[in-house]
């Protein structure tokens, strides 16, 4: 039986200040999974749908998406995601600062699991992040048993 694979973070988001304060309150919340930043839908949907070590290939991975991308909405990726065969079950987090309460709902029509509003209370960011811990360290990878 092969050991459970860890799931990884995909982070697009193009500010790398908002980058940096992400990474370091998921690190602060225990979360040690490997992440991958992308500042550009673009480059995060070649990731995402043709890399050979990307998730339609690879192992499942969690997204953390910005909807205010230099290249494209997040909103598009958030579909793109969503109507792909290999990534539709693909658990999406989006952290933006629009707190317009038709994208939100937009959003969670499309299938983002999370919807947390930047500048966030970081206490309620670190939970999230602490509850997403929990959930990522529960995924079931489907694996063959040969047994």
């Known amino acids: 039986m092969n050991a459970s694979q860890t799931v990884g973070i ?3 988001e193009d500010d ?3 980058a940096r304060l992400i990474e370091k309150n998921i690190r602060r919340a225990g979360i040690h999974n490997e992440i991958r930043h992308f500042a550009d839908g673009t480059t995060a949907l070649d990731y995402l749908m043709n890399d050979p070590a990307g998730p339609t290939h690879g192992g499942p991975v969690l997204v953390l998406l910005d909807l205010n991308l230099p290249d494209m909405s997040g ?7 969503k109507g792909n065969a290999h990534l539709h079950r693909t658990p999406v ?9 038709v994208e939100i709902q937009r959003c969670y029509d499309l299938g983002c699991n ?4 930047k500048p966030v209370n970081y206490e309620s960011f670190a939970d999230a992040i ?3 811990g929990l ?4 995924i079931q990878v489907p694996e063959v048993d040969a047994q």
């Open 135 to 138: 959930f990522l360290a529960v």
């Open 16 to 18: 790398e200040g908002h």
């Open 114 to 117: 999370v919807y947390i509003t």
């Open 75 to 81: 909103t598009s990726i958030l579909e793109k995601i």
């Open 93 to 101: 987090v989006v952290l933006t600062t629009t707190d317009d309460k």
């Open 10 to 12: 995909v982070m697009i």
């Open 130 to 132: 602490r509850q997403l």
